[in-house]
């Protein structure tokens, strides 16, 4: 026969959850279709597993046993169950054994075979194996299993060996964590969002940091895919809760650079605000053509020194020596609403053409309106000044400014099928402006496309651009997204341009 315990018990809050991104490139629209992508991952990050689903139901059975109600302030009260349970009443000592479960009824599961401690001084120890689980209201949901384990669940302070888990969307692992009040420790651990045994790819890092706000700090890091080292830094710090890809190498093949691998390195300067960043990119066609960086971040407010060379979607490249951007956004307390603010200024070089360039664009959108019958719209404008001061004998001076907007109407038909048709009016074009980098040669675009999934690892995606004033369709895009289990590979036929491209990224799900 069981017996209960019910007694006061805190536990750790063990690692923050970050929200997964996929982000495809795409020159009509079709970049539309990763919004419907990311939701589906968010809502099957949402959805409780069966151990989580009982948790809630045996803390509901719980609270209906306790002799009285919850104070807010005193100890989260727990209840203790196990096949053989002895406490001592003067001493505060209790062993547990056969199937012990210690539930704390603000969403904590901790269970062994056999664990004993001290409810005077809240110590617990486990010299097997425990499962914690973690469901609480403004926490990670985390789930792990460790050995010879030590908690203080008054000081929050214990560590665990040799453990493995999941915490929010990562799966974790490592020789041995320590738990702080304010952060975790990790030895010899690595993490990944790629569910496989053996996973297609890891960070392992000699020691780990992760902290309430969302921060995790690694140390002598290395990056593997499989089981091959394919890169390493000394240190790295990154937000969980930034739209992130993976830290690897992206690698890839266009018409433009022939086959490319590039990486951005980070290093944080001063503080956790200042960081300088190594943008590395390597192709057959140009050889390196790399960038620096130098960020401060607060919050919304974001500071950039450039150097050296940046491409577009259609590969042509710039080079900026030096260049300054000031980006600022912010969304509105009360409105479904954001608004920007960016500047740049620079020196913008090509092989044939120099200037001192300068961009200013106040910008404004519309959170995704969601209709009926499974349409979602989205809604944006802005205002934009591009001036140009040539460095040639001359000194001409070029000025376009003007606003922008764009209207996109989404459908999810099924769990298979989705278009969007959309207008968007840009007033800078490759015909008004100094360079072509990064615009069209019209500004009155139509776009509209169509995504089928075809299987479980198979999507295929169809975009079409069209200059509305002439009449012409000026872009045909084809692709084919092939699901490698923790990865994909994207080949892309641009019809009208008669260009083939391939890349193979890892996803974030």
């Keep these: 026969m069981k017996k209960i315990i019910i007694a006061a018990l805190c536990t750790v809050a063990l690692m923050p959850r970050a929200e997964a991104v996929y982000e495809s490139k795409s020159d009509t629209g079709t970049e539309i279709f990763d919004y419907i992508e990311n939701q589906r991952r968010e809502k099957r990050a949402a959805e409780l597993t069966d151990e989580q689903k009982k948790l809630q139901a045996d803390i509901e059975e719980a609270i209906e046993r306790l002799p009285r109600p919850i104070v807010e302030g005193e100890p989260i009260p727990a209840a203790f169950e196990g096949d053989d349970l002895t406490y001592n009443t003067l001493t505060g000592e209790f062993t547990a054994k056969g199937h012990v479960d210690i539930i704390q009824l603000d969403g904590h599961r901790f269970q ?15 010299k097997g194996k425990a499962h914690v689980l973690q469901f609480a209201e403004n926490a990670p949901r985390v789930s792990l299993d460790g050995y010879n384990t030590v908690y203080n669940y008054g000081s929050k302070v214990g560590t665990m060996d040799n453990v493995k888990g999941k915490a929010g969307e990562y799966y974790i692992s490592g020789r041995r964590f320590e738990f702080y009040p304010d952060h975790i420790v990790a030895y010899d651990a690595y993490q990944t969002k790629c569910g496989a045994k053996d996973p297609d790819y890891r960070v392992s890092a000699e020691r780990m940091e992760i ?177 140009d001061d040539e460095k040639s004998p001359n000194r001409s001076k070029q000025t376009v400014k003007g606003m922008n907007y764009g209207i996109k109407l989404f459908k999810e ?73 923790c990865s994909t590979a994207i080949i892309r036929w641009r019809a009208k341009r008669d260009k083939i491209e391939a890349r193979w990224q890892f996803t974030p799900w």
């Excluded at 809760?241 to 890839?252: A, D, H, L, R, T």
């Excluded at 960081?275 to 960086?293: C, F, P, Q």
């Excluded at 106040?362 to 995704?368: C, I, Q, V, W």
Aim: charged share 25%.
């Design 413 to 485: 038909f099924n769990d298979k099928l989705a278009a969007y048709a959309g207008y968007d009016y840009t007033k800078n074009t490759s015909q008004n402006s100094l360079y072509e980098f990064d615009t069209d040669s019209y500004s009155n675009k139509f776009s509209t496309g169509v995504s089928y999934r075809l299987t479980e690892k198979d999507r295929i995606v169809a975009g079409f651009k069209f200059d509305t004033k002439r009449g012409t369709l000026e872009d045909a895009d084809y692709y084919w997204y092939r699901d490698l289990h």
């Design 112 to 126: 062994s075979e056999f664990i004993t401690g001290n409810l005077n001084t809240q110590d617990i120890k486990v």
């Design 211 to 387: 902290y309430p706000e969302q921060i995790i700090r690694m140390y002598d890091i290395k990056l593997w895919i499989g089981n091959v080292v394919v890169g390493s830094k000394k240190y790295t710090e990154r937000k969980l809760e930034n739209n992130e890809q993976p830290y690897f190498p992206s690698v890839g093949y266009n018409s433009a650079n022939g086959l490319y691998i590039e990486d951005t390195f980070e290093f944080p300067v001063i503080n956790n605000h200042f960081k300088y960043l190594i943008n590395a990119h390597i192709d057959t066609k140009n050889g390196v053509r790399s960038n620096t960086e130098f960020h401060y971040n607060n919050r919304n407010f974001i500071t950039r020194a450039l150097y050296g060379y940046y491409y577009d979607s259609d590969g042509r490249w710039i080079k900026k020596e030096p260049g300054l951007d000031l980006y600022y956004s912010k969304h509105f307390d009360n409105l479904p609403m954001s608004y920007s603010f960016e500047y740049e200024i620079g020196d913008w070089s090509t092989q044939n053409i120099a200037s001192t360039h300068q961009e200013f664009e106040a910008g404004l959108s519309h959170d995704p309106i969601n209709l009926p019958n499974k349409f979602t719209l989205f809604l944006n404008t802005s205002y934009k000044i591009t001036k």
